[in-house]
């Protein structure tokens, strides 16, 4: 695959650098020759100087034969228009940018991108993972259609306990997917039953992730 | 009408005034303090300190009332993202963005934004400017 980088900051360097280690042909842009010089000797010379937002960058960078651009700079206007830049005047398959400001992912998803990754959110959501005796976690968004997996934990105060998934009233958008009950892993039928302490994955439409919450925990 | 300017450097200032004395509703938006001290005293419009690429700097512009969106920040891509966000969340009708890029000034236009790169209109203007000198 061919895949260029736009910014040369921890995250462009780490994923630049991950790519050619699994042989992937790969150009890191970044406009600040220091930072071009700093890169190209630890990565070989694969960083070229120049604005990636701008076309000419990209047409030197052989965008037109990418398969991917990643725009992974620290401000998400450039983030935005270099995958606008890429997807519409040379056709890229795939865009990815990074976000910054969780505000924007909906946005930049309006806009065009075709995957948004949000730090703040990934930050937030693995501390909240690591915060102990949380009965609901939302663990990832899934690329299409609003979907989100999460997780919950049976306490023995949550409403589903002893009923089978078939009794249980789900969102008409969830699907339980596994429950981890001590170090068994349970694929669920519609006659297996909840118990106390077992960790339920599910599926969910992001607009009924709440519904589901109410369902089986009890706050 | 209400406009919303993004920027208030000397071309978003001197279009505010402008708009102004014209019996507009002008809302300035503007990252730093100081740049509202381009507006003179007699400025009836109002100022938001922060980023026009924020939603909810935006709507304390009074976004959803506004007929004319202006980008005219020094940075190209803020300018494209702000005009984006009026079109998109917003629905102004009308944004119009400074570009000092031509490439991105094409392209933007052809999605729809209503684009004016001064590098392209300055140097007609100086080729024209030449093309009426006779030679020593």
């Known amino acids: 695959m061919y895949v260029i980088v736009v910014g ?10 991950n790519l050619l280690m699994e042989d992937h042909e790969v150009l890191l842009i970044e406009n600040d020759p220091a930072k071009v010089e700093y890169y190209n000797e630890r990565l070989g010379t694969v960083v070229v100087r120049g604005d990636g937002a701008e076309a000419s960058t990209l047409a030197k960078a052989g965008a037109a034969r990418a398969d991917v651009v990643v725009a992974v700079t620290g401000e998400d206007e450039d983030n935005l228009v270099v995958c606008q830049v890429a997807k519409n005047k040379f056709h890229v398959g795939r865009t990815i940018a990074r976000v ?3 505000k924007n992912e909906h946005l930049f998803r309006l806009l065009g991108v075709d995957v948004t990754v949000s730090q703040t959110n990934f930050i937030l959501n693995l501390i909240g993972q690591a915060i102990p005796e949380r009965s609901f976690m939302h663990l990832m968004n899934l690329r299409h259609a609003g979907l989100a997996i999460v997780e919950a934990t ?9 009923l089978s998934i078939d009794e249980m009233d789900l969102p008409v958008s969830c699907a339980i997917a596994a429950i981890a009950r001590g170090a068994e892993v349970i694929v669920p039928k519609p006659d297996t039953q909840i118990e106390v302490g077992d960790e339920i994955i599910a599926v969910t439409h992001l607009s009924e992730e709440s519904q589901l919450r109410e369902l089986l925990v009890v706050d | 009408m209400n406009v919303v300017i993004m920027g208030c450097g000397r071309v978003g200032a001197r279009v505010a005034v402008l708009l102004d004395e014209a019996g507009h509703q002008v809302t300035m938006i503007d990252r730093l303090s100081a740049s509202f001290e381009r507006l003179p005293k007699e400025f009836g419009g109002n100022t938001v300190l922060g980023t026009g690429i924020d939603e909810d700097v935006l709507r304390m512009a009074g976004i959803d009332h506004v007929d004319v969106f202006i980008a005219t920040t020094n940075a190209d891509n803020r300018n494209i993202m702000g005009a984006q966000v009026a079109r998109t969340i917003f629905n102004v009708p009308h944004c119009i963005v400074r570009l000092y890029d031509p490439v991105r000034a094409d392209a933007y236009r052809e999605m729809g934004l209503d684009t004016i790169c001064p590098t392209t209109t300055i140097s007609a203007m100086i080729m024209d400017k030449i093309a009426t000198y006779g030679g020593r």
Do not use: Q, T
């Open chain 1, 8 to 17: 040369a900051g921890k995250v462009g360097y780490y994923l630049a650098k």
């Open chain 1, 100 to 102: 910054n400001n969780p």
């Open chain 1, 154 to 162: 049976i306490s023995d105060r949550s409403p589903v306990v002893g």
